[in-house]
C-alpha cells in the first residue's frame, strides 16, 4: 500500500508539474532558494558615498517599498546648480548596493583592465619581433 501511494504522490508532482504556469514554477523555486537565506548583516549595510560615485555611471536598484518611501521625500535646494535628493533604502537595498559596487569592480573593471593589459603586452611583444 506505501509503495503505491508513494508512486501516486511521485505521478501526482509531476504532473502538477506539466499543469503549473512559470509564475508557479518560479515561486517555488523562489521559496526553495529562499530557505537557506540570511539577512545582510549590519557591516554589509554600510554606504559610504566616496565608493558609490567614483564610477562614471550610477545605478541604484530599490525594491519597491523603498521606491514608495523615497517618493515621499522632499529634494533639498542647495543653490542655482545643485540639488540634494534624498532617498530611503532598507538594509536589503544598502547591501545589494554594495554588492554591485563590488560585483562591477570584480567582474567588470578588473577584467577590463586585464583585457587592456594583455593587449598592451601581445602589441609589446610585436614591437620586440619586428626590431630583431
Given amino acids: 500500500m506505501l509503495r503505491v501511494a508513494k508512486k501516486q504522490n511521485s505521478t501526482d508532482l509531476a504532473e502538477l508539474d506539466k499543469e503549473a504556469t512559470w509564475q508557479e514554477k518560479r515561486k517555488r523555486y523562489f521559496t526553495e532558494k529562499s530557505k537557506d537565506l540570511q539577512p545582510p548583516a549590519d557591516k554589509d549595510c554600510t554606504l559610504e558615498p566616496k565608493y558609490m560615485f567614483d564610477s562614471d555611471t550610477f545605478v541604484l536598484y530599490m525594491c519597491f517599498e523603498c521606491r514608495l518611501s523615497s517618493r515621499k521625500l522632499e529634494v533639498i535646494h542647495v543653490d542655482g546648480n545643485a540639488d540634494h535628493l534624498r532617498i530611503s533604502l532598507c ?14 569592480f570584480f567582474n567588470h573593471d578588473l577584467q577590463l583592465f586585464k583585457k587592456h593589459q594583455d593587449e598592451s603586452e601581445e602589441e609589446e611583444v610585436k614591437v620586440v619581433t619586428k626590431r630583431k
Fill in 91 to 104: 538594509r536589503i537595498c544598502r547591501a545589494n548596493t554594495n554588492i554591485l559596487r563590488r560585483s562591477k
